[in-house]
Structures are given as structure tokens and as C-alpha cells.
């Protein structure tokens, strides 16, 4: 076994790498290690990264907002949003999108482009959201994993049967997964599981689409209407408005990447530009993330009409095949794990760059030790990523089990980060870099474009606040239960 002080924890350097100040061919024009990444890589982050299981949701969201608006709502995010990421693409180098100095995080490229104050905005939207995620698919991979239990359940005893199930045993197993996937270094090596979680989500996606069909052939035909659910039949007044901004906000936060967009750009090798590869990744991960999102929310609706369940996997708005709901069940669970990675990343490269900052010296913090891996090559063990990131892990575990209403408070996180890091910030930091003159027509539609979405975002955040206060009621610590 070999060791070194490293320079830093983030990046994987390897000191053979670098020899009398030259840049080998293995070493990128800022001193790190050779990018590998590609536009299919890049693509597969995206859509492990946006295609969560909320896409199983998407019915509901229909159902709030009916066959107009809902349908238009899922087209008009999907532009916003490869939109905002373009712009945000081209600030990964800076002052020249292709030429300029690298900016490895969303606050370096904040930093590099605004300055001041915006950074510890953005900073505190990033990294809080990115935790919130991981604690949220904490919970949702322990509800598809208990959703198998239970549809086994209702197979070998019937429908009427309760069958209810603790979730907390689950979150426990999802976390010894994740402690063990936390090892993996840095994003750099995170592409095969970003294929896999791929894959998974287009499987459960395809086998919920299916089911849904299946059950719209098969009849009777859901009611469904042009307006969504109707008051005075399905929800009171108050309800149907809380629930309409309850259903634009998932829209537009189901869409939502901008978090890890820099960290993913940061993987791509050159040439071609870096810019330029994530736009076509970004193009096709925001495409195909578009066509799963309207059929599902479509057919799903047509399927279930007005009653769409939030979930119609775990909700249980199919009891059989019970065996083919079972594996959409565990295609979900497979690519939360790897869903849970693509977002934790970023949060585990920002503290050990911090801390191999601030002690330099520590050998704790900055010592690998190369272990020799048959048939995988060297792996570089450090004491401080195996103690940090299997707290991190733990910690998520334990608020996942002790506010198992999370995923409400998700939404809230949700709104009180999309509009600053899908939107603001992007458009600001194109005016800034553009010298764009104020008033200008360009200018005027791109401001108003962003002041829309923060409206938006603040009724999302009160649909998402009602819905908090409502399960605070009801709320008994560590006693989940499906």
C-alpha cells in the first residue's frame, strides 16, 4: 500500500502526473487529471439527475391543472429550463466560454461573473437543496422498497388487507448502500452508475406508461376533464388553488438540474468544448426527460382520471401484475442510489475542498493511501472521506426517519432555490457577460422572463407551507409507516 499528501481532496491528483512543470498527456491545461467525460456521459448525469421518480407524479399534476394547462405547463418549463441551462453552460469558462479559466462549482462560476454577496446566496440555495435531495430520496427509495413488501402483501392476502409496513428498516439498508457508493472519489467516477440509474428510470418510466395504457384499454374510461379537478366534486375551493400551485411548482422543480449542471460540465473532456458538448447533452437529456414527462403525466391522467394517486407505483393505482410492479419498484429504489450520488457529490467536494484548504498539513484530511484493486487498478483510501461522507450518509438516514413528511419540505426547498439557480443567475450572469445595455429589448423580456418565475416559485413555496402545516398535525417522529 502507498501513500501521499495530497493538494487536494476534491480532484484525484496523482503525483506522478505532472513532471518538471511540463503537462503530460494525461493532464488537462489546469493541472488536474485528465477529463474523460463525453456528451452521452453528460447526458446520462442529466437524466439520472432530473428523471427522478417524480415522474410517477406527473398524473396527479395533470390532474390539478386538467388537459390544457397541464400539458402546456410541462412544454413551457421544458423550454425555460434548457434555456436558462444554456446560458448557464457557457459561464462554466470565464471571461471566454471556450478559452477562459475553468470555474469547477456553481459558486466559482457565481464568483467569477458576479461577485459580492450572490455567491453566499447561491451557496446556501445550492447546497442546501442538494441536501435536501438526499434526504428526500432517502425516503422516497425506502417507499418503493416497502412498496415491493406490500405488493406481495396484497397479492397472498388480498386488496382489503392493510398490510402496513415500517419504512425505517429500509432507509437503514438504502444508507449502507450509499456509505459504501460514498467511497467513489469524485464525480469524475460516477459515470457508470449515472448509466445504470439511466437506465432504471426508463425502465420504471416505460413499465408505469405500460400499466397505464393497459388499464385505459381495459376500462372503464377515469374522468377526467379540460380544467382538472372539479370544485364542489373532487375539492373545495381553497383546495383545488392550493393544489394547482402546488402542481406548477412540481412541474417546474421535476425539470430542475442546475445544481450539479457545473459539477457534470466539469467532467467533459475537450475538444470539443466543453460548452459545446453540454449543450448537446443538455439538449438531449431535457428532450427525453420532456417525452417521458408528457406521456406519463398524459396517459397516467387518462388512466386514473381525477383520482390520480401522487404515485401510481407506490400509491398502489395498480395491484397486478403484482411481480412487474414489484420490478418498476426496484428500478426506482436502483436509481435513487445513484440518483442520491449525482447530488451528494457536489456537497462532499465543497467540504474536503474547504477542509484540505484550511489544514493543509493535516495528514488526516489530505493523505491517500493507493490500494491496489485486481481487475480495477489503483483506489486512493482516504480517513477523512470514509469518516465525513459515512456521517453525512448517517445524518441524512436519521432525518429521513425522524420527518418522514419530508418530501413536503422538499417542495419548500424546491421553491426557494429554483428561481435564484435555474433562473436568476443564469440570466444575470448572460447580462453581465454580454454588457448587455439596460432596457434593451433583450434585456426586458429576459428580466420579466425572471420575475415571472419567481412569482412561481413563491406560490409554489405557500402551496408547499399549507401542505407542511397540515402534516405537522400528524406528525410522530421515527413511526413511518406505508
Known amino acids: 500500500m502507498a501513500e501521499f499528501q495530497k493538494p487536494s481532496m476534491y480532484i484525484d491528483h496523482n503525483p506522478s502526473t505532472i513532471e518538471n512543470g511540463d503537462f503530460p498527456k494525461n493532464v488537462d491545461d489546469d493541472g488536474r ?3 474523460t467525460g463525453t456528451w452521452v456521459t453528460a447526458s446520462a448525469h442529466i437524466i439520472t439527475a432530473v428523471i427522478g421518480s ?20 410541462l412544454m413551457i418549463f421544458s423550454f425555460i429550463t434548457y434555456f436558462t441551462s444554456t446560458l448557464l453552460v457557457d459561464s462554466y469558462r470565464s471571461p471566454d466560454p471556450v478559452s477562459g479559466k475553468r470555474n469547477y462549482t456553481y ?6 461573473n458576479l461577485g459580492g454577496r450572490k455567491v453566499q446566496l447561491c451557496g446556501l440555495a445550492q447546497y442546501g437543496n442538494l441536501i435536501g435531495v438526499t434526504i428526500g430520496y432517502t425516503i422516497t427509495a425506502s417507499i418503493s422498497m416497502v412498496a415491493v413488501k406490500r405488493s ?52 420504471y418510466s416505460s413499465i408505469g406508461l405500460g ?27 381553497s383546495e383545488k388553488v392550493w ?29 470539443p468544448a466543453e460548452n459545446k458538448s453540454m449543450k448537446r447533452a443538455t439538449s438531449i437529456g431535457i428532450s427525453t426527460t420532456t417525452v417521458f414527462y408528457v406521456l406519463c403525466g398524459t396517459v397516467g391522467y387518462a388512466a386514473f382520471g381525477n383520482d390520480a394517486p401522487g404515485n ?48 493543509p498539513e493535516s495528514k488526516f484530511i489530505n493523505r491517500e493511501y493507493a490500494v491496489n484493486i485486481p481487475c480495477c487498478g489503483a483506489y486512493y483510501f482516504n480517513s477523512f472521506r470514509l469518516v465525513w461522507r459515512t456521517a453525512y450518509v448517517v445524518m441524512t438516514a436519521i432525518l429521513a426517519m425522524l420527518f418522514p413528511f419530508f418530501n413536503d419540505f422538499l417542495g419548500l ?30 434585456w426586458t423580456w429576459m428580466k420579466i422572463l425572471s420575475w415571472i418565475c419567481l412569482v412561481i416559485s413563491l406560490v409554489a413555496a405557500a402551496a408547499s407551507i399549507q401542505g407542511l402545516a397540515t402534516d405537522v398535525k400528524k406528525y410522530k417522529p421515527f413511526q413511518t409507516e406505508q
Open 33 to 35: 487529471p485528465k477529463r
Open 211 to 237: 400499466l397505464s395504457v393497459a388499464k385505459v384499454i381495459d376500462g372503464p374510461t377515469a374522468r377526467t376533464t379540460l380544467t382538472g379537478v372539479t370544485v364542489g366534486v373532487d375539492v373545495s375551493g
Open 107 to 112: 459558486m466559482d462560476v457565481v464568483q467569477a
Open 54 to 73: 417524480g415522474v410517477l407524479s406527473l398524473a396527479w399534476a395533470i390532474a390539478q391543472l386538467g388537459w390544457v394547462a397541464g400539458p402546456i405547463v
Open 243 to 271: 393544489r394547482t400551485f402546488q402542481a406548477i411548482g412540481d412541474i417546474a422543480f421535476a425539470y430542475a438540474y442546475s445544481t450539479v449542471l457545473v459539477e457534470i460540465q466539469d467532467t467533459l473532456g475537450s475538444p
Open 152 to 203: 406481495n402483501c396484497f397479492h397472498k392476502h388480498g386488496h382489503h388487507v392493510k398490510c402496513h409496513t415500517s419504512n425505517n428498516p429500509f432507509m437503514i439498508i438504502f444508507a449502507c448502500f450509499q456509505i459504501l457508493l460514498s467511497q467513489i472519489p469524485n464525480f469524475h467516477k460516477l459515470s457508470w452508475l449515472s448509466i445504470l440509474a439511466a437506465v432504471m428510470s426508463f425502465a
Open 413 to 442: 426547498l424546491g421553491a426557494a432555490s429554483f428561481w435564484p439557480l435555474t433562473v436568476y443567475f443564469p440570466i444575470e450572469m448572460y447580462i453581465a457577460r454580454t454588457k448587455m445595455p439596460k432596457f434593451s429589448f433583450t
Open 312 to 359: 401510481f407505483l407506490t400509491g398502489f393505482g395498480f395491484y397486478e401484475p403484482f411481480w412487474l410492479v414489484d420490478i418498476a419498484n426496484i428500478c426506482i429504489a436502483i436509481h435513487l442510489i445513484g440518483a442520491y450520488q449525482v447530488f451528494c457529490q457536489p456537497v462532499y467536494g465543497f467540504v474536503e475542498s474547504r477542509c484540505a484548504k484550511r489544514w
